[in-house]
């Protein structure tokens, strides 16, 4: 036996099989489909004329039933009705059918119009004029009847499910809080869900018009300051925070709330992570930090981003790291026809490869092990893959690790940088995208300073070649390897103290996905030459952010785990800056992304200035590498102690003790 163009189907192969009852059931339901159109035909005639039909509305039955069946069908069909599936019959569905007879009806009540005059041409014409009585309840029972189907279907359904569910012995009794278009997505999906042993017994909302009503049959019982009292009188057992787009204050607000009710929190995932109108019980979890910094979804220009990667080779170094493998996770969702993943690292890159590959089964993705220093390695890649964009996420960026090794930091940062972006010009990469970092700006590190040097030269590439090659900046990503909130909570796990350098310092942060789409963005907006910054929202102080994760951990600050400061260390700032002044950064298109041009920068005299710095990298001491990287960014001011002003204790003194 022989498959539609797939081949024989063998005999433990289930795919012939399967697909043949996929075209049973097709063909079942469409059957069903026409018995309700045309029921709905005869019966609005039977009733009309009381079971009685004179001959003429016997006739006017038999002539117009085909047409009108026929065209409802077409209509059905051309919205998609019928390849939708009976058992998740929604609203959405629901407006489909409406809208399909809708429009049959409107064409019947059109000809009813036009009959009269048509009869002179032709005496058939007066089977067009139907009854306008016949017109409504044809309408209204076509549509009740598929919805009717549908119904009874997908009840049958939930039943038999039901009835072959592992309920748990015990429930938790939760309270919801939010009403709104979240919250109704998990009142239903937990209606669905009775294995996970969570039983609502009420939402929580602020909207004073939504007290005492109903959503999806769980009732509104009071307000998010009512949650103490609602816990004691309810029993519950823990909170589920379902507001899909709430601030920042609002979840900080909402969670010290059920902290003092002394219930367990968890959060639905934002709304950029529901799709299609569904929301995945499973990711439900915990409050975390990034609900307490609040920053609103990301809008992408999904067009613009499609145009820049579908179908087209895409390249990105660094690519196992925490902004080179979400870049690759964004960019597998535009249907690129192949991901070159350039790593150093072996395990990170077989671990980013195999993910892609099992998440993103229709794009090629290749796995290749480079360090991006090595030019004939990086040019070989180019020439094998002719990507048309490359995103350039490789490079050290630890502050103090970089004090310790500046030697390192310029090879990497600063000649590899150099390398890719030289092979990328000389292959023909259309679009080559430099992730750098606020610490560019104005640098008192040997990191941030490396980074300013390769800006300038991605710039002066584009100045002298005219190709969109752009850099992105940006601050800290919550979560990256290395960061603060990864050591805050093993610090918290193993009892504290939580060491913060200095109580005043504050920080730009963004999620790591957040960060992935909008460089993504700003590299479909490239033209070539610009330095685009992303917008951080508002500075957070680190002790604060100390603070926030002990309390989320379930302990208190200062009683439970003690913080302690330790100290500027040396190359670091007290605050971060975004932009320069020379560059005046202007808003793009994007809300997010702001984009600045400085003039183009004199790369002959820094050329040979780096050729020299280059010669000595081996044997470079820290004040070597800092005196030398003054020469090249005017700007840097290293420093080695922490200044005066900046010391912990006077800070303290004048400013008072953290929020």
């Not at 019966?43 to 004329?49: A, N, T, W």
């Not at 909402?254 to 902290?259: N, R």
């Not at 909130?485 to 504290?496: E, Y």
Request: charged share 20%; with cysteine; aromatic share 6%.
């Amino acid at each position: 036996m022989v498959g539609l163009g797939r081949g024989p189907i063998l005999p433990g192969d289930t795919t012939g099989r399967t697909m043949r009852a996929n075209r049973w059931m097709r063909g079942a339901r469409g059957g069903i489909d026409l018995v309700v159109l045309v029921a709905a035909w005869v019966v609005p005639f039977l009733l009309r004329f009381e079971f009685n039909l004179p001959p003429s509305g016997q006739r006017q039955l038999v002539v117009l039933l085909p047409y009108v069946v026929f065209a409802q069908f077409a209509a059905l069909s051309f919205l998609g009705v019928e390849r939708q599936s009976w058992r998740y019959i929604s609203l959405r569905e629901s407006i489909h059918i409406t809208r399909a007879i809708a429009v049959v009806s409107l064409v019947l009540l059109a000809a009813r119009i036009v009959a009269p005059g048509l009869q002179s041409l032709s005496p058939r014409a007066a089977y067009l004029a139907t009854p306008l009585s016949i017109i409504l309840m044809n309408g209204a029972l076509a549509v009740g009847g598929l919805l009717a189907v549908r119904v009874i279907r997908r009840l049958q359904s939930s039943y038999v499910e039901l009835r072959h569910v592992d309920r748990p012995h015990e429930t938790s009794r939760v309270l919801l809080i939010g009403a709104g278009r979240a919250g109704v997505l998990v009142a239903r999906e937990l209606d669905g869900r009775p294995e996970l042993g969570i039983r609502p017994i009420g939402f929580v909302d602020d909207n004073p018009r939504k007290q005492g009503t109903e959503v999806h049959g769980i009732p509104v019982i009071g307000t998010t300051a009512d949650i103490q009292a609602l816990s004691e009188s309810r029993r519950i057992d823990e909170a589920i925070i379902t507001i899909a787009s709430a601030d920042g204050a609002t979840i900080r607000r909402i969670t010290a709330a059920c902290k003092d009710a002394r219930l367990p929190t968890k959060i639905i995932p934002g709304i950029y992570e529901i799709v299609g109108g569904q929301v995945n019980l499973e990711r439900i979890r915990p409050v975390a930090i990034e609900d307490l910094l609040g920053r609103d979804p990301v809008e992408l220009d999904t067009t613009g981003i499609r145009g820049l990667v579908a179908h087209d080779v895409v390249m990105v170094t660094g690519a196992g790291g925490s902004i080179g493998s979400e870049l690759c996770r964004q960019l597998a969702r535009f249907d690129p026809r192949k991901i070159v993943l350039v790593e150093q690292a072996e395990n990170a890159l077989w671990a980013v490869h195999r993910e892609l590959q099992d998440d993103f089964p229709t794009v090629e993705v290749v796995p290749a092990i480079a360090d991006v220093c090595d030019r004939d390695r990086i040019d070989h890649l180019l020439l094998e893959h002719r990507p048309s964009v490359l995103f350039h996420a490789a490079a050290h960026k630890h502050v103090p690790m970089m004090e310790c090794n500046p030697g390192e930091a310029i090879k990497n940062n600063v000649l590899g940088t150099r390398t890719v972006a030289d092979l990328a010009l000389a292959r023909g990469v259309e679009r080559f995208v430099m992730i750098s970092t606020d610490k560019a700006v104005n640098p008192t590190s040997i990191m941030g300073a490396t980074k300013r040097i390769a800006e300038r030269y991605v710039q002066h590439l584009a100045h002298a070649s005219g190709k969109r090659f752009v850099s992105v900046r940006f601050g800290n990503v919550l979560g990256s390897t290395g960061s603060v909130v990864p050591v805050f909570k093993q610090q918290i796990a193993d009892g504290g103290p939580v060491t913060v350098t200095h109580a005043g310092m504050t920080r730009y942060f963004m999620t790591i996905p957040e960060s992935a789409q909008l460089v993504i963005q700003a590299a479909s907006l490239a033209e070539g030459g610009e330095i685009f910054v992303l917008d951080m929202g508002e500075p957070v102080r680190i002790v604060d952010l100390a603070r926030d994760l002990i309390r989320l951990s379930g302990f208190e600050p200062e009683v439970d785990i003690a913080i302690e400061f330790t100290g500027t260390r040396p190359g670091e700032k007290m605050f971060e800056e975004l932009s320069l002044s020379e560059e005046n950064a202007d808003r793009t298109v994007h809300p997010k992304i702001w984009t600045g041009r400085s003039p183009e920068p004199d790369w002959d005299t820094a050329a040979a200035d780096l050729d020299v710095l280059t010669a000595r990298l081996e044997t470079l001491t820290r004040e070597d590498a800092q005196a030398a990287i003054a020469r090249l960014v005017t700007e840097f001011q290293p420093s080695s102690l922490p200044p005066e002003e900046q010391d912990t204790a006077s800070f303290l003194a004048e400013h008072g003790p953290p929020a």
